[in-house]
Protein backbone atom coordinates (compact mmCIF):
# COMPACT_ATOMS: atom_id res chain seq x y z
CA UNK A 1 0.00 0.00 0.00
CA UNK A 2 1.49 3.24 -0.79
CA UNK A 3 0.62 6.60 1.43
CA UNK A 4 -2.15 8.84 1.00
CA UNK A 5 -1.99 12.59 1.11
CA UNK A 6 -2.70 13.28 4.27
CA UNK A 7 -1.66 10.03 5.93
CA UNK A 8 -0.29 9.92 9.69
CA UNK A 9 2.07 6.79 7.56
CA UNK A 10 4.83 6.78 5.35
CA UNK A 11 4.08 3.29 4.64
CA UNK A 12 1.64 0.25 5.32
CA UNK A 13 2.73 -3.63 4.27
CA UNK A 14 1.64 -6.92 4.43
CA UNK A 15 3.37 -9.32 6.81
CA UNK A 16 3.21 -12.89 7.13
CA UNK A 17 1.60 -12.92 10.36
CA UNK A 18 -0.95 -9.47 10.48
CA UNK A 19 -3.36 -7.89 8.21
CA UNK A 20 -1.11 -4.91 8.15
CA UNK A 21 2.37 -3.34 9.34
CA UNK A 22 2.12 0.58 9.29
CA UNK A 23 5.15 3.16 10.30
CA UNK A 24 3.87 6.58 11.09
CA UNK A 25 5.50 9.65 10.32
CA UNK A 26 6.19 10.86 13.64
CA UNK A 27 7.44 7.32 14.71
CA UNK A 28 9.73 7.70 12.30
CA UNK A 29 10.72 11.55 12.89
CA UNK A 30 10.14 11.84 16.44
CA UNK A 31 11.72 8.52 17.82
CA UNK A 32 13.78 6.12 14.99
CA UNK A 33 15.94 9.31 13.99
CA UNK A 34 15.88 12.38 16.38
CA UNK A 35 15.95 10.26 19.70
CA UNK A 36 18.98 8.05 18.23
CA UNK A 37 20.69 10.83 15.83
CA UNK A 38 23.55 9.58 17.16
CA UNK A 39 23.14 5.86 15.67
CA UNK A 40 23.70 6.92 11.57
CA UNK A 41 23.00 3.06 11.40
CA UNK A 42 19.27 3.87 11.90
CA UNK A 43 18.90 5.79 9.07
CA UNK A 44 20.88 3.95 6.83
CA UNK A 45 19.05 1.07 7.60
CA UNK A 46 15.46 2.81 6.59
CA UNK A 47 15.56 1.30 2.57
CA UNK A 48 15.41 -2.47 4.13
CA UNK A 49 12.48 -1.80 6.97
CA UNK A 50 9.75 -2.35 4.64
CA UNK A 51 11.41 -5.73 3.28
CA UNK A 52 12.03 -6.99 6.69
CA UNK A 53 8.86 -6.83 7.53
CA UNK A 54 7.41 -8.06 4.38
CA UNK A 55 9.78 -11.31 4.33
CA UNK A 56 11.49 -11.20 7.82
CA UNK A 57 14.19 -14.41 8.46
CA UNK A 58 11.92 -14.76 11.92
CA UNK A 59 9.53 -13.04 14.14
CA UNK A 60 9.56 -13.98 17.73
CA UNK A 61 7.92 -11.81 20.66
CA UNK A 62 9.28 -8.88 22.17
CA UNK A 63 11.00 -9.89 25.37
CA UNK A 64 10.93 -6.33 27.02
CA UNK A 65 6.78 -6.25 26.52
CA UNK A 66 5.63 -8.75 29.10
CA UNK A 67 2.04 -8.37 27.93
CA UNK A 68 3.49 -9.54 24.81
CA UNK A 69 2.05 -6.58 22.22
CA UNK A 70 4.66 -6.80 20.74
CA UNK A 71 6.67 -8.83 18.10
CA UNK A 72 9.97 -8.55 16.81
CA UNK A 73 10.98 -9.12 13.21
CA UNK A 74 14.55 -9.88 12.12
CA UNK A 75 16.86 -10.53 9.07
CA UNK A 76 20.06 -9.71 8.13
CA UNK A 77 21.11 -6.94 5.68
CA UNK A 78 24.49 -5.68 3.98
CA UNK A 79 25.31 -2.11 4.83
CA UNK A 80 27.62 -1.22 2.10
CA UNK A 81 28.54 1.92 4.40
CA UNK A 82 29.84 -0.32 7.52
CA UNK A 83 31.12 -2.66 5.08
CA UNK A 84 29.83 -5.90 7.11
CA UNK A 85 26.13 -7.97 7.15
CA UNK A 86 24.46 -7.24 10.06
CA UNK A 87 20.73 -7.80 11.64
CA UNK A 88 17.97 -5.51 11.62
CA UNK A 89 15.63 -5.87 14.84
CA UNK A 90 12.16 -4.32 13.55
CA UNK A 91 10.02 -4.09 16.44
CA UNK A 92 6.24 -3.62 16.05
CA UNK A 93 3.32 -3.13 18.15
CA UNK A 94 0.25 -4.94 17.61
CA UNK A 95 -1.90 -3.17 19.72
CA UNK A 96 -3.49 -1.42 17.23
CA UNK A 97 -4.71 -1.86 13.46
CA UNK A 98 -2.71 -1.34 11.58
CA UNK A 99 -0.15 -2.93 13.46
CA UNK A 100 2.94 0.07 13.69
CA UNK A 101 6.43 -0.26 13.89
CA UNK A 102 7.79 1.29 17.46
CA UNK A 103 11.19 1.45 16.20
CA UNK A 104 14.40 -0.69 14.49
CA UNK A 105 18.01 -1.05 15.58
CA UNK A 106 21.26 -2.25 13.47
CA UNK A 107 22.89 -4.83 15.39
CA UNK A 108 25.97 -6.81 15.11
CA UNK A 109 25.87 -9.36 17.94
CA UNK A 110 22.67 -11.11 18.35
CA UNK A 111 23.74 -12.60 21.95
CA UNK A 112 21.40 -10.43 23.78
CA UNK A 113 18.11 -11.45 21.22
CA UNK A 114 16.24 -13.79 23.97
CA UNK A 115 13.65 -15.61 22.37
CA UNK A 116 11.98 -16.53 25.37
CA UNK A 117 8.41 -16.52 23.86
CA UNK A 118 8.93 -18.79 20.93
CA UNK A 119 9.55 -18.33 17.42
CA UNK A 120 6.15 -17.03 16.27
CA UNK A 121 7.56 -17.45 12.42
CA UNK A 122 10.63 -18.40 10.59
CA UNK A 123 10.65 -18.48 6.86
CA UNK A 124 12.21 -21.41 6.33
CA UNK A 125 9.81 -23.84 8.14
CA UNK A 126 6.93 -22.14 6.92
CA UNK A 127 8.46 -22.86 3.16
CA UNK A 128 8.81 -26.41 3.65
Known amino acids: MVNQSGSPYLWVVKSPISSAVALKRETYNLHVIADHCEDKTRALAYPYVRSVIETPRFIY ?16 IFLPEMQHIQALVVIVERDKEP ?22 YDSRANNQ
Not at 62 to 75: F, G, K, M, N
Not at 104 to 116: A, F, I, R, S
Open 61 to 76: LDPSHPTHDAVRYIDL
Open 99 to 120: NEVATWMVKTNLKQEMVQGGII
